[in-house]
């Protein structure tokens, strides 16, 4: 080896080593970036001017309220649940606002409100936000959801500023990287869940009275059976007549129906033709858990401001028969949260005056 090519081979040591230092140093300012509100579409979905228009305006959001909100594409899923996809990939990036995710290949949506926003962003509003995408999604005017879903998530973002639902902010948002630095790393807000709907014991008698009204009219002896949000027993009625063992079945309808989140019945929900792997599967679980879940239909669950509250199983007809039933009870319910309750003085009004004294 000659001495001139020794420099040159120090000379590429160090030119080796100067870009793998950088590189590492690139590779950790990358991990350690903030996420940053705007569009990234990865699957090509929007038109440029789309892209940029959507991230303009979810970086303002950021500036003004602190709540970064991502617009994410993919390709396709691979086989993974768009749910499970979402959660993943915005933990990745540890977004800290709201989050969408859009599978072009299956043609899926996600929309999700990191622990910090929970209370600012109910189920409902997310779900405001998923429809006004997939609004002009159906239409294949990709920038026509991206637009109006990206108005949907300022109006959510400005209504939760409004009623101060949004955590305190220390810092201001810059133009460019919005950063959002919340007082503590988990504010008591997300800690707790407040202010919930719970059915209590009057409202599970109101639903059983309602329901035995209905089944007297269908000439029906029913088991009626109302559980809360958790599957647990309020109450239970068996109108004389009724066969005991349809009891059983009842209660077991109202508990699948709470905790399942949705009417009880073969499986896929509203299916033509029920699948019937799906259906075997469930009369497994069913028995694994000691009869705790059916798919009979006759189960109903109470919703109330997009809550799942409790649930109504009746047992005693046909299945549509007892899904009736159980309807009639809930829309009961629901009629009497709806009428305004008397004031003080009309109460009055409507008491019996008393006996006057005789001397």
Do not use: C, W
């Amino acid at each position: 080896m000659t001495s001139r090519a020794i420099p040159r081979i120090l000379l590429a040591v160090q030119a080796i080593t100067f870009s793998i230092a950088t590189a590492a140093i690139a590779q950790e300012r990358l991990v350690e970036r903030p996420a940053t509100a705007g569009v990234r579409d990865a699957a090509g979905m929007f038109s440029e001017d789309s892209v940029r228009q959507a991230g303009e305006s979810l970086r303002k959001i950021a500036r003004e309220s602190g709540v970064i909100a991502v617009v994410e594409t993919v390709a396709n899923l691979n086989g993974e649940a768009i749910d499970e996809a979402a959660i993943r990939m915005a933990r990745r990036s540890d977004i800290k606002g709201i989050f969408i995710l859009v599978a072009k290949k299956e043609m899926k949506i996600e929309v999700l409100a990191s622990r910090q926003f929970h209370d600012a962003f109910s189920r409902e509003t997310l779900h405001g936000v998923r429809t006004a995408f997939t609004e002009g999604f159906r239409k294949n005017d990709f920038d026509r959801g991206l637009r109006e879903g990206v108005a949907v998530i300022g109006a959510a973002v400005a209504t939760a500023k409004a009623e101060k639902k949004l955590p305190a902010i220390e810092a201001a948002v810059e133009d460019v990287g919005p950063v959002v630095a919340t007082k503590a790393e988990h504010p008591a807000s997300a800690l707790v869940a407040r202010n919930q709907v719970k059915l209590t014991l009057e409202g599970a008698r109101a639903i059983v009275e309602a329901a035995e009204r209905q089944a007297a009219a269908m000439n029906l002896k029913s088991n009626i059976a109302v559980v809360d949000d958790g599957g647990h027993l309020l109450s239970f009625d068996r109108m004389n007549g009724a066969r005991p063992a349809s009891g059983y079945t009842a209660i077991t309808k109202a508990v699948t129906a709470a905790t399942f989140r949705q009417p009880t019945g073969p499986i896929p929900a509203g299916a033509a033709n029920p699948d019937p792997i799906l259906n075997i599967g469930m009369q497994n679980a069913a028995t694994a858990s000691g009869g705790k879940i059916t798919t009979l239909r006759g189960g109903e669950p109470v919703i109330i401001d997009g809550q799942v509250i409790g649930g109504v199983g009746v047992g005693g007809g046909t299945g549509e028969q007892d899904a009736e039933v159980a309807r009639a009870g809930i829309d009961a319910l629901l009629k009497q949260l709806a009428s305004p309750e008397p004031s003080k003085d009309e109460k009055k009004k409507d008491e019996p005056p008393s006996n006057p004294v005789k001397d």
